[in-house]
Structure formats: C-alpha cells, structure tokens
C-alpha cells in the first residue's frame, strides 16, 4: 500500500496540486496528472489498481499508465515524501525541557 510519509500534507486537486514537507518546510508542486497519480495511488489498495484507473481516466494504454504513475511514486520517495509499501520511518520525538534560567 502506497502512502505519504508522516509530517507531509497534501493540497490535490484536478488542476495539480502541492505536497508539503514539515521536515523541510518545503513544498513540491505537482502537475494535474501527477496530483491525479497521487490522489488514485492514497484512494486505491494497490499500485496495480491505481494504474487501472489512471488508464481509464487518462485513455492510455496500462504500459503507459505503469510508467506515469511509477516515476511519480519514485520521484515523491526519492524527495522523502512518499513510503512506497514499507512501514514507516520510527520518528524521534523531541522532549520539551522547559525553559532554563
């Protein structure tokens, strides 16, 4: 199962979209196919049926349909953005000490 890695927030919309990353502070913009690719891999159980989909929705072809959404998973994990099937990261909690005098 595909999903975004936690402390990221995603804005989706047909027109594109934008995924920030509280870790950097930094948003990645997306394109209106690759927004689509992103919203159909979070709704779907599998990659497999995220690329059925974006094939019906976009009238490609399934070779075509597997690259597109692919390279959009690969670039969101390669950014830190996105966890492709693995468990997520154990993040590390910061203790607050109080203020010092």
Known sequence: MWRL????????????????????????????????????LLASTSKKEAIGQYAARYGIDAVQAATDVRTVA??????????GGQAPARTRRRRWKGWRS
């Open 5 to 40: 890695r936690e402390g990221t927030h995603p804005v989706l919309t047909d027109e594109g979209g934008a995924i920030l990353s509280e870790q950097t502070g930094r948003w990645a913009y997306l394109t209106p196919t690759a927004s689509a690719a992103v919203m159909l």
């Open 74 to 83: 690969e670039a969101l994990a390669a950014q830190g953005l996105a966890l």
